[in-house]
């Protein structure tokens, strides 16, 4: 009884400090970036500048950026972590099997920059050469190709990015994957099945699963900083296509911190520019949860 | 129906806390915000053994904190290191490249014994600092910035350009190489009919604040338009032109990978990374590459110019000094600068500080201790340094 309690305590405690280290974070964001907003009120997220000569500044181009950035991400990430999943649960032997997700997890724990020095010097040149230019040069009438592309854009960025979530998202589906109860998936066979249907079964029932692991990853999506920041391009303009330079609101104060201390109002400008990256997450997840809901409730 | 419930609890619960918080606390987690920004810092302890001290008399030991300008960062590593060896580990000297801005900013909160800087304080800030006891800031190192580019059958140093044509250039209003502009300066080049990419910086840094103070120099226009700062907008962005590089070596891969490109990077970089290096028109009509002759020779020029090491730079400062006179100046040359307080609580502070920088100002500016790359202060322009020192005191 007592030990129960001593127990229930315990919870409550940590689960109260994780709530206020988190509301403290929200307050500081609030709280210092409290002069822009007051400053210019709701144009500072709807205009695209930032001018520290005449302390101008307006995130939108960001937001945009951060989110198309996003959109790519998942796009590419989440048919590749799926069949990832897949792959390598049912369709290789044991050894290659342990071989394969220590990889992944790996790739899920090397650090950030690894993969923007990579994506500067490695993917962007390649992606320009043959993936953005033939696009341009033969689909360029389409406006999400109409730029002329440089390496560093947001296509750079959105595919720089998948690579580096599908681990998450792929080891997420994985665990779900492998834990889908053994009976199933025999009854599934002995109703005649053929593999491929087996397959899409059982990712039926894990959906719930790839729903979490893609919030997983396009959170880390949204907040990645400095690897977005070398192959961004970080161009502060509301962007006309995909290949297109922009920027995201973590490249931006990843790029501006340093030496933002200097201006009156730079440093409240990039702790809204957080704020609102915060508030996007918050509103992303909440919807993509109410959309799992349903899907769930529908099957 | 109940996950959902939970989550909008929860998130309702973490604002409740957050208003709470805000309107209870705010002035403390306020204060303590402020001083929160996630800079990286490498702090730089030094561990090597000491080999036979040059000093003959008794030196106080201790260590100095400082932070600042990443473009003085290997220098001040080489001497901070040099100098605890001479002094048998007694003087430990910290650098941190946390960048100009933030470097003068913990500076002013008194959070470092002195900071590195690529430009000197603002108007403003220096009043501030005036009323407290004054400051000292003195340069230390010369820097400049190299025009690089990227045009197939054009070696380093083959083209020339001047500072207005460089202006126009990031102005958005010279597009293309073969404008008749720059066909005219380079008649021996096959300059193409494409367009001209150009590459800036997009984190705040001092190599752009050089060069926009040079491009304000040379161009009404600019100064207008622009002006000078670690970061501006670009002109040349909106008619998507531009493109925005992270830091010296971002600069240098988006120059290399984009053909018909150009940019901008600290002189040292350019040489190491094998850039190609425009040659520049300096005030007397004559076409230089930034070198270690050509920059010792602009800042020599400069040199009448340049106000005491207690007085307000930022009037002059980099905007005036751009483009000096004499046949061998390079045009974008600048300093980079050390600030100190004039007066410190600890004596044991001051003695070290002036020690350091004594030396820093005379043997440290000898050619066996200045990193490759770097060039030495002309011993005129080191000598405001060394005035400057004789100001500093102790107080409180």
Known sequence: ?299 | MRGRNLLVMSAVIVVAIALVIAFGLSGIFRGEADQTPAISTTPSLITTTAPAAITTRELPSGTINGAGASFLNPQMQAWAMKFYELTNGKIQVNYQSIGSGAGQAKFREGMLDFAGSDVPLKKGIYNEFKEKGGIIQFPVIIGSVAIVYNIPGAESGRLRLTGEILAKIYLGEITYWDDPAIKELNPDIALPHERIIAVHRSDGSGTTFVLTAYLSKVSEKWKEKVGADFTVQWPVDEIGSGVGAKGNEGVAAAVKQNQYSIGYVEAAYAYELGLNVAEIRNSDGRYVLPTSETMKAAAGALMARLPKADEDWSGIFPHEVMDPPGPDSYPITSFSFVILRQVYDDPVKVELLREFFKWVLTAGQESENIVKGYIPLPPEVAEIGLRGLEMLRAGG
């Open chain 1, 1 to 299: 009884m007592n030990t129960d309690k001593a127990f229930r305590l315990s919870l409550f405690f940590f689960t109260i400090s994780s709530f206020i280290i988190v509301a403290s974070i929200v307050v500081s964001l609030i709280a210092t970036s409290y002069p822009i907003f007051m400053r210019d009120g709701l144009s500072f997220i709807i205009r695209g500048a930032w001018n520290p000569v005449r302390e101008d500044y307006g995130i939108l181009p960001a937001l945009l950026g951060t989110l198309i950035t996003s959109a790519i991400a998942i796009a590419i990430a989440l048919p590749l972590s799926i069949s990832l999943a897949v792959f390598s649960s049912e369709l290789i032997p044991g050894k290659f099997k342990i071989i394969m997700n220590n990889i992944s997890d790996l790739m899920a724990s090397l650090p950030s920059v690894i993969y923007g020095l990579w994506g500067l010097f490695v993917l962007a040149p390649i992606l320009h050469q043959f993936v953005m230019m033939p696009l341009h040069t033969h689909l360029g009438f389409i406006p999400l190709f109409s730029t002329r592309p440089v390496p560093t854009n947001l296509f750079t960025a959105g595919v720089l990015l998948a690579i580096m979530i599908v681990p998450f998202a792929s080891s997420v589906i994985r665990e779900a994957y492998s834990a889908i109860p053994y009976y199933l998936k025999e009854a599934a066979y002995s109703l005649g099945m053929n593999r491929w249907e087996v397959i899409r079964m059982m990712l039926g029932y894990i959906k719930s699963a790839i729903f979490a692991g893609t919030f997983l990853a396009l959170g880390r999506a949204m907040g990645e900083t400095v690897a977005v920041a070398m192959v961004v391009g970080n161009i502060m303009r509301f962007p006309k296509s995909l290949f297109d330079m922009g920027y995201t609101i973590s490249s931006l104060i990843a790029s501006q911190f340093p030496n933002a201390e200097v201006y009156e109002f730079m440093v409240p400008a990039l702790y809204g520019g957080a704020f609102m990256l915060f508030i996007m997450g918050l509103a992303i997840n909440l919807i993509g949860f109410s959309m799992m809901r349903r899907m769930v409730v529908h099957r």
